[in-house]
């Protein structure tokens, strides 16, 4: 599982969440023009995740999930967020099927957060706690998961 990192596990499901729309929409539940607000729910998650990206260089430390990470971040969007790349992803993935409209692709949604929050986080938070010990430990109780 290591071989998928995040961005390509975003990318599947982008493309599934496509050809599930395609093949087996069921049914149209954000008809047009409603389906447009999906533009800018992705653009938003787009702005999340750049800005995470730009912040993980200012402060030269590791953005890949496997690799050991040089930095405790706590300031910027980790101020009230433990992953705001993976809520990036999510929210763009929200807007992708909110623009799609057909319900299917919701649950790839749902299968996303799953896997992120069960296995990518927890191997996070594991290497975190191993490497940053109770700064990061104190960090966590104050600062949600999620959001």
Excluded at 9 to 19: A, D, G, Q, V, Y
Excluded at 21 to 27: E, G, N, Q, V
Excluded at 41 to 60: D, E, H, P, Y
Excluded at 115 to 142: A, C, H, P
Aim: charged letters at 15%.
């Amino acid at each position: 599982m290591k071989k998928l990192i995040p961005p390509f596990l975003f990318l599947l499901s982008t493309i599934t969440m496509i050809l599930l729309h395609l093949l087996a929409p069921f049914y149209v539940i954000f008809p047009y023009p409603l389906n447009l607000l999906g533009v800018f729910i992705l653009l938003a998650g787009l702005a999340i995740g750049f800005s995470v990206m730009k912040q993980f260089r200012q402060v030269n430390t590791e953005i890949h999930t496997f690799k050991k990470p040089r930095k405790l971040v706590t300031q910027g969007l980790f101020r009230y967020s433990r992953n705001p790349i993976y809520l990036g992803f999510v929210v763009c993935l929200t807007g992708i099927w909110l623009w799609l409209g057909s319900a299917s692709p919701g649950l790839v949604v749902l299968v996303f957060v799953m896997v992120t929050n069960f296995w990518y986080i927890r191997y996070e938070e594991k290497n975190m706690e191993q490497t940053f010990g109770d700064d990061y430990l104190l960090y966590k109780k104050s600062v949600r998961r999620w959001l």
